[in-house]
């Protein structure tokens, strides 16, 4: 099973697919995924406000590793989800990390859109508190903040 998210990751987990790709039991695979979080093995990122933490609430799956995604993945993997996995692996730490509809993740009362150089304020545009986590940038300038800056949370 942790072969096969590290494949398919960033994604919406859907249990019945998972189930039947895989051939296990759908009752199972929440209880399976969710060892997978407490071993730090993957990082599940739900909604502002969800209750009790279901399973089915869950946005966005994420390996916890990106040397996981490297050792794992059968292609290189894609560029944009090691710097959400970075993003996620260096704040969830010490903040509890959360989907927004407007950007990628919501923490405190802060939204952060996690994006490379050329990433622009468009998506953030008329949101408050709003950032740009940008990759291979060395400083912070207005809404952009460097994504190896996260790293001084550890």
């Not at 710097?83 to 903040?95: G, L, P």
């Not at 468009?122 to 207005?142: C, H, K, L, M």
Request: proline share 5%; glycine share 8%; charged share 20%.
């Amino acid at each position: 099973m942790f072969y096969f998210l590290a494949q398919h990751v960033p994604f919406k987990p859907n249990i019945s697919k998972i189930g039947k790709t895989l051939g296990i039991d759908r009752n199972e695979i929440p209880d399976l995924l969710e060892y997978l979080n407490r071993a730090q093995l993957i990082s599940m990122v739900k909604m502002p406000g969800n209750g009790l933490g279901a399973i089915r609430d869950v946005e966005k799956l994420f390996l916890n590793n990106t040397n996981l995604a490297y050792a794992l993945s059968n292609e290189t993997p894609d560029i944009g989800t090691l710097r959400e996995t970075a993003f996620c692996q260096m704040t969830c730490v010490t903040e509890k990390v959360s989907a927004s509809l407007a950007t990628d993740y919501y923490i405190g009362d802060s939204s952060f859109e996690v994006g490379g150089l050329n990433k622009g304020t468009q998506q953030i545009a008329g949101v408050p508190n709003s950032y740009i986590v940008r990759d291979d940038t060395e400083y912070r300038a207005f809404n952009f903040i460097p994504l190896w800056h996260f790293g001084f949370l550890y």
